[in-house]
């Protein structure tokens, strides 16, 4: 029989319970998305990387000596004098070197093709018969002035066999001719380029060295065979199994979906978490307009667990809707993310069971525990009430709730503050559990805070609009839980998006702060993508109106056990270029000298002329000493070290930045300059005005990247409310019939409705900014050491987000004030 019931109740709330699967489907989608997008991603790598060294048993490489991703393989290469020993060794075959690094096309705009600090990885390397690749048109490359580039580039540069390009790699620039095509396949959007083996060494590597060297096997198994390699090859270098260097290329690539996954699917999460609000505020009011059914049930014979699994029954059907229906948007989601990639995601999604499972699961689980307590109070009606006129479900207090709302609000913010003091351990962990512990405690005092709040919200159309705005207000007032679980959705949202926009005023604020102080050269000028070219340098020294030019370095090193990257060049530039000041010692750095910051060298008990030992990337240790200590930088880091010991480890010095200082610094040495690297595409030119823009740039990319996911929770919300007014406005009938009765036009009644949703949506802008702006404070306090100096909160910003709240409150309440001016006034005078 209850099964029957809960069919029926389906059947007849058919509108509000769409209106809730929508949160749901919303939520789902977004997980669903994530899951189908990633394993669509993850198996196209895993394609190229089963085509990419297939045919490898062995490979060759400099050993990890520093550690980490930059472990000096590329700075120490492989010597090519070690080929003749691998070609005696029993079961080799065809060992060929690779070379690889940075080599780009040069499109007919004079630009890079494919260029950009978000587009794909432009790659050179040597061409090798029997590689990885297959040549699709034309011939094999063959002396200084011929290349060959894949087809997809050649198609994006309106590019053909026979013509010249520039290309440009880590030397001066080069013109050659196309004698040939690549086809990669899907190589996730990547420009390559192949040059012979001589032209790759010079302008990638180093005459006489390759990256690394790959070689076959005529029978012996992979792991015989690397013992085997491993007798003959000199120190510094080792010999790994093909089965190992294609696990751990895709254990590279695995780490980063994990973390795009990860990062996606935390977003998904805070979808669901409001869309839970809604659910669970959805089924209290359909219980509540229920009262007198259920209690009719109740007193025919109907047990308390029957209700409430009559109750659960109508949120599994919800569930079941939502997650199929969210499953299919997900897969159109995932679509369209695949679309977003462009080249770098090409073919048809895969489908696993992965998707299909976790979203039945989420969806379901979330819309069954959100239906649970409204469940609970359903069981709990009297069968006696169904004899009553004025039923209603009985209110607790809210001395309880106050109570426990306040204590989750304050261990929520002893857990962030632990997180953010980094006090070991994954701070994700304990902010992410105090975050969801502040906003519970938060959703439970909101009604507590709405009575003040929504007061001051609804007065000025109280005084504006008359008895449209009074009814209003005190509708809205009525009942402060409907009202703070409406507003608390949008909270959520609102607080996460007004966190980060806090966050990124304050880098904006704090990175203008740090060129103005801390920039002191006139121009600064970065390869956008590789390296800069030795002789840039002195092009940039012949601009007019250019005093000096000074390449730096950026290298890797364990110094004194700890791996980290240092800085190196002309340590007396760096210094006024960074408007370092020295604590103790000076910028005379000798060649064995080191400089560190404060903060180093108190935790290491440093001084100057303590000598520390350094192991580099070519394996060889050296003790280098102090000559310098430094106050904390921002631009710099940590250590400085002098420019004969970089050299002295680096096979290729890598030039990472030119610092310029010129006799006069106005636009006209900046086009100088400009002008003088017309030939090198990839290299810009920055003054302290460009710096901060480029920097604001990014962080606006970030704001706004950050900003269209928390969007999907603030859809969420702005459904919730939706619902929550069109169920009031079921609920209110014979209020609404008694109101047209007495006079109050169509028009009021749907102003009223619209007023009323205002002051929810901005109600809960309010809360959820107030939270945001108090997160911000908190993290920019945590952070300060690292960069993080100035808080600014985005006033502007924030006061758009009230408008847009006040907007999503309008269009909320276009159909349920619709649907209350259509009403009936006899029907609806006689409703019970």
Do not use: C
């Not at 029957?306 to 229906?325: K, P, Y």
């Not at 261990?411 to 962990?429: F, Q, R, T």
Request: aromatic share 6%; charged share 20%.
């Amino acid at each position: 029989m209850m099964g029957k019931v809960t069919l029926r109740n389906l059947a007849a709330h058919k509108i509000r319970l769409v209106l809730t699967a929508v949160a749901v489907i919303l939520g789902v989608a977004f997980v669903a998305g994530t899951l189908i997008f990633t394993d669509t991603m993850n198996k196209q790598f895993d394609d190229l990387f089963s085509r990419v060294g297939k045919n490898v048993a062995v490979d060759v490489r400099a050993k990890k000596v520093v550690g980490g991703d930059d472990d000096g393989r590329a700075a120490q290469p492989v010597p090519a004098s070690i080929l003749k020993a691998l070609r005696a060794v029993d079961g080799v075959k065809d060992p060929q070197g690779n070379v690889n690094g940075y080599a780009a096309v040069v499109g007919r705009d004079g630009k890079v093709i494919g260029s950009g600090s978000q587009g794909p990885p432009q790659l050179g390397s040597n061409w090798n018969t029997g590689g990885s690749f297959d040549l699709k048109e034309g011939r094999a490359p063959h002396g200084p002035g011929e290349v060959i580039i894949d087809a997809e580039t050649a198609k994006k540069g309106r590019l053909a066999v026979g013509e010249t390009v520039g290309i440009v790699s880590s030397g001066p620039p080069q013109r050659m001719r196309i004698v040939g095509l690549i086809d990669t396949g899907n190589l996730m959007g990547a420009s390559v380029t192949a040059f012979d083996t001589p032209t790759a060494q010079r302008l990638m590597l180093k005459p006489g060295y390759f990256s690394d060297i790959e070689m076959g096997s005529t029978g012996p198994s992979e792991a015989q065979l690397r013992d085997r390699v491993a007798k003959v090859l000199p120190g510094g270098v080792e010999a790994v199994t093909g089965t190992k260097m294609r696990d751990e290329n895709k254990s590279d690539v695995a780490q980063i979906m994990g973390f795009f996954r990860t990062f996606l699917l935390a977003f998904a999460l805070i979808s669901i978490f409001v869309g839970a609000f809604i659910i669970f505020n959805t089924f209290s009011m359909l219980v509540a307009q229920r009262t007198r059914e259920l209690a009719l049930l109740r007193a025919i014979g109907a047990a308390r667990p029957q209700v409430t699994r009559a109750v659960i029954g109508e949120a599994v059907a919800v569930g079941v809707v939502g997650s199929t229906l969210g499953l299919a948007a997900g897969a159109g989601l995932a679509a369209l993310l695949q679309t977003q990639m462009g080249d770098a995601a090409s073919g048809g999604l895969t489908f696993t069971a992965t998707p299909v499972i976790w979203s039945y699961v989420v969806g379901i689980v979330v819309t069954v525990v959100s239906a649970y307590f409204p469940a609970r109070r359903a069981a709990k009606i009297p069968p006696v009430a169904a004899m009553r006129d004025d039923v209603a479900l009985p209110q607790r207090t809210l001395r309880i709730r106050v109570a426990l709302g306040s204590l989750l609000t304050l261990v929520g913010a002893g857990l962030i503050g632990a997180g953010l003091a980094g006090n070991g351990g994954n701070p994700a962990v304990p902010v992410g559990a105090g975050a969801f512990a502040v906003f519970i405690g938060i959703a439970m005092l909101a009604p507590v805070i709405s009575v003040p709040v929504v007061k001051v919200l609804g007065w000025p159309f109280a005084r504006l609009l008359g008895a449209p705005g009074r009814l209003a207000r005190q509708n809205a007032l009525r009942n402060p839980r409907r009202t703070a679980a409406t507003a608390a959705a949008l909270m959520i949202g609102l607080a996460l998006i007004t966190t980060v926009n806090v966050l990124g005023a304050t880098m904006r604020a704090s990175i203008d702060k740090q060129v103005d102080a801390q920039f002191g050269a006139d121009y600064l000028v970065q390869a956008t993508g590789g390296d800069i070219a030795p002789d840039a340098a002195q092009k940039i020294k012949a601009a007019p109106g250019v005093e000096s030019a000074s390449p730096t370095y950026e290298g890797t090193a364990k110094i004194d056990g700890k791996r980290g990257t240092y800085m190196s060049g002309d340590v007396g530039v760096i210094a006024k270029a960074a408007r370092l000041k020295m604590v103790s010692g000076g910028t005379s750095i000798g060649p064995d000298g080191l400089m560190v910051n404060e903060s180093t060298a108190k935790d290491k008990g440093w001084h100057v002329g303590s000598t520390v030992p350094a192991l580099f990337p070519d394996g060889k240790t050296e003790r280098l000493k102090v000559t310098g200590i430094f106050a904390k930088s921002d631009l710099i880091g940590g250590r400085i070290v002098s420019e004969q010991v970089y050299l002295r480890h680096t096979v290729r010095p890598s030039v990472d930045a030119v610092l310029v200082n010129a006799s006069r610094t106005d636009a006209s040495t900046k086009t100088s300059i400009e002008s003088a690297l017309k030939a090198y595409p990839n290299l810009k030119v920055s003054d302290q005005t460009s710096l901060k823009k480029d920097a604001r740039k990014q962080v606006d990319g970030f704001v706004t990247f950050l900003s269209i996911l928390l969007a999907m929770s603030v859809i969420i919300a702005a459904v919730g409310v939706v619902n929550t007014l069109a169920l009031s406005v079921i609920e209110r009938t014979r209020e609404i019939g008694l109101l047209r009765a007495i006079g109050i036009s169509r028009r009021q009644l749907r102003r009223m409705i619209r007023v009323e949703s205002i002051v929810i949506a901005v109600f809960g802008a309010v809360l959820g900014m107030g939270i945001g702006v108090a997160f911000g404070a908190a993290l920019q306090n945590a952070l300060k050491d690292q960069g993080l100096g100035v808080l600014a909160v985005p006033y502007g910003t924030l006061g758009v987000y009230l408008v847009v709240a006040a907007v999503i409150g309008v269009l909320a309440a276009l159909w349920p004030a619709w649907r209350a001016g259509r009403m009936d006034v006899l029907k609806a005078i006689s409703t019970e």
